[in-house]
C-alpha cells in the first residue's frame, strides 16, 4: 500500500517559514568487492550476516579511487525478509588521500533473487583538497544483482546543505 502524500510542511506545526525541497546530485559511483559471508544465528534469534570487503573501486566527481581490503557489511535479517545494513570500509583516492566510509541503511529482496537498498552515509576525510565530501550529506542506493555475489554496487547522492 503507498503512503499518502504529506501535504503539511513546517508552518502546519508552527514554524514561520518552510525550506525547499533538497535536490539530489549523484556524487560518486563505487562497486565493492565482498567475499564470503559469515552467517550465524545469534543469542538474541537474530540472524547475522558479515560480508568481508575485499577491495573495489570508486568514481566521483574529479576523483577517483580504490577500496582498501578490510572493511565489512554488516547486515542483520529482519523479520520482514529485509536486511538493516551497516558498511564500514577506507577508500584511497588517486592522489593518497584517505576516506572512511559508513553507509547504512536496509536492503530489500527482489523477486528475481537481487536486493535493491536505500542508505545515508558518512565520508571522513582530512582537511585538503577534498574536506568537502566530510560536510555533505549523502543518500545512496545499493545493488546486490542475482547470481553475483562478489560485489555490490553504490550510488551516494549529495544532497546540498543549507548555510
Known sequence: MKPETLTADMTTLGASRTLAAPTLTKACVIRADIGP???FK???GTTRAVFPIIGGEAVGVGWSGRVVPGGADFALALPDGSYAIEARYCLELEDGTPVMVT???RMIGQPDGSFFGRTRAELEVPEGKHSHLGSAVFFGT???E???DAHVYIELWEAPVLP
Open 103 to 105: 553507509n547504512a541503511g
Open 42 to 44: 545469534t543469542t538474541q
Open 146 to 148: 542475482a547470481g553475483d
Open 142 to 144: 545499493a545493488l546486490a
Open 37 to 39: 559471508a559469515m552467517e
